[in-house]
Structures are given as C-alpha cells and as structure tokens.
C-alpha cells in the first residue's frame, strides 16, 4: 500500500522508515501471547516512539 499520491515517491520515505523501525526494534524481537497482546504492546511502542525515543534528528 502506498502512503503517497500518485506521480510523488518521496512522500513514502518517512513512513516506510517508521515501518523499518518498528518491524527491526520491535516486532522481530517480541513474542506476542495474543492478537489484543499485539494490539496493546504495538500502540504502547508507537506511542513510546512518538513521545519519549531519543531523536539524533529533528
């Protein structure tokens, strides 16, 4: 699924970064015990990320 219009590619270079991370710092590395457990822990990550992760960018 693409995030950006049509004729545009670069508009996906952030969210296909953000997918990289999440997939790389924290699916790969977590067993979930069930679907709601996956939902709980994955919007507790994004919202880690999004509020507390050490950004070396701004």
Known sequence: HSYSKQGYPYDNSQI??????L???FVFQT???SF???ILR???YINW???E???TSV
Not at 16 to 21: K, N, T
């Open 42 to 44: 994955t919007s507790n």
């Open 36 to 38: 709601e457990d996956l």
């Open 49 to 51: 990320f999004n509020t």
């Open 23 to 25: 997939k790389r710092e």
């Open 31 to 33: 067993h979930f015990s």
């Open 16 to 21: 296909e970064a953000f997918h990289s991370l």
């Open 53 to 55: 992760r050490i950004r």
